[in-house]
């Protein structure tokens, strides 16, 4: 495989913007963001399989192709498919997804980057709240511990540091080794081809797509309105009091992750200890995973596939 094709995965907890900033980095004529394609091959729910493409025909071809072959064969399938695309953005989240697929395309000659955008407690929680999900601090100090554990080094950007300044976009690309133009955040310029991700994220898109996902009147006219990069301000006594009773669990990773405002590298050795899990925890996080893989597959995915994606999940047990 040549060295030129490279593959970026963006991690994030939920909400946290991983879906429209994988949508700017594909922004370019040679990138494909695919989305949360790994829900496509470990679904939790019935709503993961058979997923319509965000460019709204339900007759795409595209995923029908690309996914035919497997977890294993996913990125290389969408390169054979589209010859002139040079890298792929995936936003499927999932440390241990982005962890093994990592190892497996990097031993197989691909250029691999890891990038991670977060927002913060009190914007994660009023996302959460809204949803009525109230474990928003166990989720999100969750997720932060295991990332930390499992990439050995990523580009860490704000959501709000984004939003405020989207030409922090240039320092991005330029770490991952991506051509920046201007306007390179106008995603919904681009027809996407993506899997899953955040509705919102979607309205984004204008055209078809957008007429798919929004089919109220006032949702089309919000998708207009909102293709910009918006933030709403999470300036409130309640959240404030929400957050500061969680504390504990959440303020030591935000300390951290707040330490540089814009865009920085870190490497796994720079995080301290104490905001990563210990072996045994990713021991027992691991067998959960594979498990909920498991139990996902055999409710929603009965088909012939099922035994080789297992097995890419389990082969991962012991490499974390």
């Known amino acids: 495989m040549s060295e030129s094709k490279k593959v970026i995965f963006v991690g994030g907890t939920a909400y946290s913007g991983s879906t429209f900033f994988h949508m700017m ?14 829900w496509s091959f470990h679904p939790h729910r ?3 399989v058979n997923r319509l493409c965000s460019c709204g025909d339900p007759n795409c071809w595209i995923w029908q192709t690309v996914l035919k072959e497997g977890e294993q064969k996913v990125y290389e399938l969408i390169f054979q498919t589209f010859p002139d695309v040079n890298f792929i953005v995936d936003s499927s989240k999932s440390p241990y997804w982005i ?9 197989r000659g691909y250029d ?5 955008i977060w927002k913060s407690p009190a914007e994660f929680a009023a996302s959460k709240i809204k949803r009525k999900e109230p474990d928003w601090a166990g989720d999100w100090s969750k997720y932060h511990r295991l990332y930390f554990s499992l990439i050995d080094e990523f580009g860490l950007i704000g959501y709000q540091d984004l939003s405020h300044r989207p030409e922090l976009l240039a320092e991005v690309c330029h770490y991952v080794d991506l051509p920046y ?4 955040e106008n995603f919904w310029e681009k027809e996407h081809h993506i899997l899953g991700g955040n509705y ?9 797509a957008a007429k798919r996902y929004a089919t109220e009147e006032h949702h089309q006219q919000g998708a207009q309105r909102h293709q910009t990069i918006y933030y709403v301000d999470q300036q409130d006594d309640a959240l404030a009091q929400e957050v500061q009773k ?3 669990l959440v303020a030591d990773i935000d300390d951290f992750l707040k330490e540089e405002e814009g865009f920085r590298v870190v490497r796994k050795s720079e995080i301290p200890g104490t905001l990563r899990r210990s072996s045994f925890y990713l021991a027992l996080g691991r067998m959960k995973y594979v498990g909920m893989t498991k139990k996902g597959q055999w409710t929603y995915r009965p088909d012939s596939r099922r ?4 097995d890419h999940s389990l082969s991962g047990i012991g490499n974390s």
């Open 25 to 38: 980095l594909g922004n370019d004529p040679h990138g494909f963001a695919c989305g949360e394609v790994r």
């Open 46 to 48: 019935s709503d993961h």
């Open 99 to 107: 962890h093994d697929q990592s190892n497996y395309l990097r031993a």
């Open 112 to 116: 691999v980057r890891h990038l991670l």
């Open 181 to 184: 133009v201007a306007g390179k």
């Open 200 to 208: 919102s994220a979607k309205l984004h898109l204008g055209g078809k």
């Open 246 to 248: 969680h504390a504990a």
């Open 307 to 310: 035994a080789a994606s297992l």
